[in-house]
């Protein structure tokens, strides 16, 4: 699918805020709201918009600790890199996971309560799973930037 200039003006406006009625985006856009109506059930049916989400504060639900994590596998075999990724899966406080290029194989992204719950992650869940090599984590210290938008 090709994207016109109008396509990425709505596109933007909705990763502003996606809850936005059509009214809005078409004053916005200067369309009718049955052509900006139109326009976005294309971008949906295109899986260019492939969903819709509320971002959620991490420190108001306890969640305000994040860590990447570095991971390396013992092998980088199809077997390792298949049964590694299903796993990862499961863990709900790995909210991202990156198999990545260089010294190691996979980046992940972890929210939890504390460094002690942290501890209990990494001792219970992470290191339980198969064909782990080794692990690098990286903490936080504050965030700098922080968006989920995608330039246009």
Do not use: P, W
């Amino acid at each position: 699918m090709k994207l016109d200039k109008i396509d990425r003006k709505l596109l933007e406006l909705l990763q502003v805020d996606s809850k936005q009625t059509t009214k809005q985006l078409s004053l916005h856009l200067g369309l009718s709201v049955t052509a900006v109506y139109e326009r976005i059930k294309k971008l949906e049916k295109e899986d260019v918009i492939k969903q819709y989400v509320a971002l959620v504060n991490k420190n108001k639900i306890g969640k305000s600790f994040l860590v990447f994590c570095h991971i390396r596998l013992e092998k980088h075999t199809k077997e390792y890199i298949a049964v590694f990724e299903r796993e990862i899966n499961k863990l709900e406080e790995v909210t991202e996971c990156f198999h990545v290029s260089g010294d190691y194989d996979y980046i992940l992204k972890i929210y939890v309560k504390d460094m002690d719950e942290y501890r209990e992650f990494m001792v219970n869940k992470l290191t339980a799973l198969k064909h782990i090599g080794s692990t690098h984590s990286i903490f936080t210290i504050g965030e700098v930037k922080n968006s989920i938008a995608i330039a246009l």
